[in-house]
């Protein structure tokens, strides 16, 4: 139901202590307020809770909005994993785990774009020609066929904690520069 979250401030003074009430009371009855905003002229429904020292108003979908989810999965099987890959896939899983770290996630496409506009603000209006580096490397692999030896390998692999993926900036950067050329193509014409 959750969909976008926005911190509450109170707009002065005099609306401070009453900002405050509201919060303690709603952390003292461990409750979270619901209720509808009407924003950019249309009526939302909204979850008001508290977050630290301020509140936190959260957009929510109505329930005709939430799609079920038995439609989805339906063709699945209900069958059970074999007991050894599942010990397998859950070693692994205890294996990788670590605290989660939101600061190492990046937007990958936004860090390529910046990196574009940076390189062509250098060039200063002079064509950019691209290093062999820069191009998408071919994906490589496959399908998986043995899960078993898939897992098998990952779970012999690197000791402790989560390992960081390889960042894809170059397959994304050149999606970046392929989009940005596009649109300088329309600029011109």
């Known amino acids: ?3 976008k979250p926005y911190f509450v401030v ?4 005099l609306a401070e202590e009453a900002y405050i009430v509201l919060r303690e009371a709603l952390r003292q009855a461990k409750k979270v307020g619901l209720g509808q905003l009407s924003v950019r002229g249309r009526e939302h ?3 008001l809770k508290p977050c630290g020292r301020g509140l936190v108003l959260e957009m929510l979908r109505y329930a005709d909005e939430v799609q079920k989810a038995q439609g989805y999965f339906r063709d699945i099987g209900k069958d059970a994993p074999e007991p050894e890959l599942l010990d397998l896939a859950t070693t692994l899983i205890e294996k990788k785990t670590s ?3 939101p600061e190492a996630f990046h937007d990958r496409y936004v860090d390529a774009l910046k990196a574009l506009v940076e390189k062509k603000a250098k ?11 820069d191009e998408p490397a071919s994906a490589g692999g496959g399908n998986v066929i043995d899960l078993m030896a898939a897992l098998k390998k990952s779970v012999g692999g690197t ?3 989560a390992k960081k993926a390889a960042p894809r900036k170059k397959a994304t950067a ?3 520069r392929s989009k940005s ?6 600029k011109r014409a």
């Open 123 to 133: 060039a200063k209006g002079k064509k950019i020609i691209e290093d062999a580096e």
């Open 10 to 13: 109170p707009a002065d003074d």
């Open 174 to 176: 050149a999606k970046a």
């Open 45 to 47: 429904f909204v979850s």
């Open 99 to 101: 605290p989660f770290a």
């Open 159 to 161: 000791a402790g904690g």
């Open 1 to 3: 139901y959750y969909e």
């Open 181 to 186: 050329s596009g649109t300088a193509t329309r």
